[in-house]
């Protein structure tokens, strides 16, 4: 019988060490020894002669330390070592094997099966206790890793729970948003102004509308906020109150007539107010690029301000196409910037399309930008005969095509664009279609 050689190693602090100790002996005397060891160094000791009894106690009391004798009858110190390896708990049992054999072969088998160390009978107080601090360090590193994973646990739950809210928040921020644009399409007489807004997320920056205070004059504009996200589409919420159409009395954008009703602003005036707001308010960071411009409906003369905004594109009705405009400085950035208007023409048939430059900025599967050219491109592509919303879809469900199979928008699509004088007979063959 092997006894526990004496030490004068003093015992460490009970807080240093693990709380639960299992001895499994079939030596009740060797059991004794281990036990008054254990206890003197601050253990709480459960000892057992067989390993069915020692499942049993890590069953209703997991311990920290187990020391088991190799070769014990009926179920040896492997076998239970795996047994006990298949126990679900929450931390970290350190097993120390004890044994007289010192085969190399043994010991792989055993740390393949879960023992963490290895005892050579006679055994060594002083040996015992350092194996013990260094399967204290594990056993803490474990606890230490299990309260940190429990904790990112938590925390990921609350932050899902979090996300849950704000999702539903920007859902219903999205439809508040959707109701600054509340018609695509509006018909004046043979003309007509559809729109097009797209978010590159659940709210977008970019915001697209039609002004008309009578029947002879329509204003129309695309505007881009610098940025993304709910910062982005406050701005577009802050903008679109300026430019509501439904309250003319607070609207930028008209002037009251001295016999009653409202006239429309030229778009140099409407460029020039906005800044102002804008601009002189330090507490705004945020600045946005706009196109407005304002029709005669009847004589086709428009009057357009580009502010930072891609250039509007004119498309005549024999598919020419060209850009108008010469750049400008975005509204809200320069507090003293200064606004010009340029005028085109537009014949029966012509178009004028107005953009944002999640158009030309868009990247194509190549890797490169669309750019003009490759807007240009598009425009050739889409059925020359369809107008407004038809129109208008097909240009961005190509546009999608252009991107790469798995690439998502990068930024918000948004797209005026006004038809001027179209064919009579055209509308009413549409229209025929449509009702038959």
Known sequence: MQTLRSSSIKPEPQSDIPSRALVVDDSGVQRKILSASLVRWGFQVYSVSSCAEALEVCQTNPPDLVICEWMMPNMN??????????????????????????????????????????????????????????????????????EQNTLVTDTLAELRTVYDAIDQ????????????????QRDFGTSRVSLLLQPCGHVGGDLVGVLNSDQDHVGFYCIDVSGHGITSALMTAQVGGYLNNEFPDYNIAMRARAGGGFDLRSPQEVAHLLNQRLAGDSGVIEYFTMV???????SGEVDLVQAGHPHPLLIRADGGMEFLGAGGLPIGLVADATYSVFKTYLKRGDRLFLYSDGFTECKTKH???????????????????????????????????TMASDAQLDDDISAALFEFNRHVLSIFFLKLISFI
């Open 77 to 146: 110190g492997l076998e239970f070592c795996q047994a006990f390896r298949a126990i679900l708990r929450e931390n970290y049992g350190y097993f120390i094997l004890v044994s007289s054999r010192s085969e190399k072969i043994e010991v792989m088998r055993g740390l393949e099966i879960g023992v963490d160390d290895f005892l050579t009978k006679p055994m060594n107080a002083s040996e015992l206790q350092a194996r013990i601090k260094a399967g204290q360090r594990i056993i803490d590193m474990h606890r230490s890793l299990t």
């Open 169 to 184: 928040d920007l859902l219903q921020a999205r439809k508040i948003q959707q109701a600054l644009v509340p018609e695509r």
């Open 292 to 298: 407005y411009g304002t029709v005669d409906l009847h």
């Open 367 to 401: 890797g490169d930008m669309l750019d003009e050219d490759g807007l240009l491109e598009l425009m050739r592509s889409c059925d020359v005969d369809s107008g407004g919303l038809r129109f208008l879809d097909e240009l961005f469900a190509k546009l999608k095509l």
